[in-house]
């Protein structure tokens, strides 16, 4: 019989505060001291293991080692998730309700919201060429709400804007937030969730006709396994599940910009390149700044990996930021190098910033090739078409702040098109 080992086990309470105040570090640095790809600690109150790299991947999206139901926290699904949405499900019911994202993720889709996207930038940039600056987060938050809601088929108008792109906004923000930033986000949930609410009401009685492709119109009518409408505050859930997360890619357009100015020589080869070196950057820019920091699970059955013991129930985190930091995985991990990807083989558990495994049967982002699209139009945008000056500032990101935003925003003058 194999000998049982035991989890490496950091002694102590509770290390809620230590993850607070390590942040995207609190699961590398364990790692890293313990030499080992998992640990024991207790967070909020209960026993948790942690682990990273590719097998701790692999093992962690195994549908029948882990599930999802009562794994996130609650404060996280009163900002960020919103409850009874697809995070929460495992299964069959899982899997049918992923269905119904996925069903939005076709090619003719994503080249619509190419389309978009490359509208509205141009539309936008129209505005800042007039202004002395601008700051990319603050615009990009703006841009992309208009880009989720035309795609989405929901109607906006432009004086909602500002209001609408504030409360997504807030939801990211607040998602790992206590006090008064987890007020505002709880209720900027609340807000976001009622025009959600409305719209599908309005397409249920037949006062508004979306496309039958949008998010709008799929989620609307959508049914579940036992043949019936999602109820209105769930699918208000799931079509903020495409909204929210679409807003937060304005966070992965300032880190482009970042990356554009951190690291110039880059500049130089996408100018070069017929259009391949814009994926390996996007790439790179997903694997080397910090964003989600961890993915959470419960141990389904009692079950035995490389000797050891995972308890039924026993909370388990999967280290995303680590994992893409691996150094068993990722030759020099803290050097921005977009060439790494060109050999990459294309695993679904060592570059998972977005999650691993499969995208209909497991939990992995459902809007990875959303991201991954928005991200090269924008980048296209800012290296062939735009012309700016990036003036003194603090450049810096939180590896503390989840999610991690860069501090200035990323403040740009002399916006000019070319
Ligand atoms: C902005 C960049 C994004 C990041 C960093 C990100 C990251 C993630 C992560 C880490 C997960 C959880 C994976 C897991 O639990 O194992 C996830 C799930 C999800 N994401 Fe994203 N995401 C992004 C953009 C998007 C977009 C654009 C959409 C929709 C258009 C989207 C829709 C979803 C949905 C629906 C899930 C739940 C999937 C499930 O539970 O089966 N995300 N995302």
């Not at 590398?28 to 097998?55: I, W, Y």
């Not at 039958?212 to 505050?233: N, S, V």
């Not at 820019?285 to 961890?294: A, G, I, L, T």
């Not at 079950?303 to 039924?312: A, C, D, E, I, V």
Request: with cysteine; glycine share 6%; charged share 30%.
């Amino acid at each position: 019989m194999a000998l049982q080992k035991t989890i490496p086990k950091e002694t102590g309470i509770d290390h809620s505060l230590d993850l607070l105040r390590e942040g995207y570090m609190f699961i590398p640095n364990r790692r890293h001291s313990f030499q080992q790809d998992l640990f024991a600690t207790r967070l909020l109150g209960q026993r948790a293991v942690c682990m990273g790299g590719k097998e701790a991947a692999e093992i962690f999206y195994d549908e029948t080692k882990f599930k999802r139901s009562s794994a996130a926290p609650k404060r996280v699904q009163k900002t960020l998730f919103g409850e009874k949405g697809v995070q929460t499900l495992d299964g069959k019911e899982h899997r049918h309700r992923k269905q119904m994202f996925m069903s939005l993720m076709e090619p003719e889709q994503l080249e619509l919201l190419h389309t978009i996207t490359y509208k509205h930038l141009d539309l936008m940039t129209t505005d800042w060429e007039k202004e002395s600056s601008m700051v990319m987060y603050e615009e990009a938050k703006k841009l992309m709400t208009r880009v989720a809601c035309e795609w989405a088929g929901i109607p906006l108008w432009a004086s909602e804007l500002d209001k609408r792109a504030k409360d997504l906004g807030t939801l990211i923000e607040s998602s790992v937030s206590m006090g008064v930033q987890y007020r505002k986000g709880k209720n900027a949930r609340k807000r976001s969730e009622n025009w959600m609410k409305d719209l599908i009401a309005q397409v249920r009685n037949k006062e508004r006709n979306p496309e039958e492709d949008t998010a709008l119109y799929t989620i609307a009518w959508h049914r579940d396994l036992q043949g019936k409408l999602l109820e209105p505050d769930v699918a208000a859930v799931e079509l903020l599940n495409i909204i929210r997360p679409i807003v937060a890619i304005a966070i992965y357009i300032s880190f482009t910009t970042l990356a554009l100015h951190q690291f110039p020589e880059q500049k130089y080869k996408l100018e070069e390149s017929e259009g391949e070196y814009y994926q390996l950057f996007v790439q790179e820019v997903r694997r080397y700044y910090p964003f989600f920091p961890f993915a959470g699970a419960r141990v389904k059955e009692d079950f035995t990996w490389r000797g050891y013991h995972f308890k039924k129930g026993m909370l388990t985190l999967l280290d995303l930021y680590g994992t893409n930091h691996d150094v068993h995985l990722w030759e020099n991990p803290d050097k921005f190098y977009p060439e790494r990807f060109t050999d990459w083989e294309g695993s679904p558990f060592d570059f998972i910033p977005q999650g691993g495994g499969n995208h209909y049967l497991g939990h992995r982002c459902a809007g990875e090739w959303v991201t991954i699209q928005v991200m090269k139009v924008v980048l296209d945008y800012l290296v062939n078409r735009l012309d700016y000056h990036v003036p003194l500032q603090d450049l810096s990101f939180s590896m503390v702040s989840m999610p991690s935003i860069p501090k200035s925003g990323i403040k740009l003058s002399k916006v000019e098109k070319v």
